[in-house]
């Protein structure tokens, strides 16, 4: 199988609720819009990959869905997130394996984990030498 492009979807219980939540308060850029003017879907940028948010679900159970999302510092993405009042389920520690992360949810409960890669990690280190 050929992987042209892919996305993840999102089928919160508000749409407009969630769709707000990635766009204004995490900051994510929209890539399009598209369907109804009244109830549109949003595509927003997340790195390398898309987030689609549209439709309506229960917004009951988020599963096990988990949206891993790098940032440059995660400090500083905690100290605006908490200012703008975002559900953070665990504060920026330093992992085992060396990553900082943080974890938070979005409005319906699905988990989101924001990862630093310092300076001196491996994943930092040019293979081809």
């Given amino acids: 199988m050929e992987i042209l492009s892919g996305r993840v979807l999102l089928r919160p219980a508000d749409a ?3 769709q707000r ?3 204004d308060v995490l900051g994510l850029a929209v890539y399009r819009e ?14 390398s990959g898309f987030l689609e948010v549209s ?12 949206l891993w999302m790098q940032v440059r510092d995660v400090r500083a993405e905690h100290e605006r997130l908490t200012a703008a009042g975002v ?3 665990r504060e920026p520690r330093t992992e085992p ?3 900082i992360e943080m974890w938070l949810e979005d409005p319906d409960g699905v988990r989101i ?14 293979q081809r030498r």
């Fill in 16 to 18: 407009r609720r969630t």
């Fill in 21 to 23: 939540f990635y766009r």
């Fill in 34 to 47: 598209f369907g109804p003017p009244e109830s549109p879907g949003v595509v927003f940028f997340m790195g």
């Fill in 55 to 66: 439709g309506h679900g229960s917004g009951e159970d988020s599963g096990g869905t988990v």
């Fill in 87 to 89: 559900r953070v389920t």
């Fill in 97 to 99: 394996w060396g990553l």
């Fill in 113 to 126: 984990v924001l990862v630093q890669v310092p300076e001196d990690h491996p994943l930092r280190r040019d």
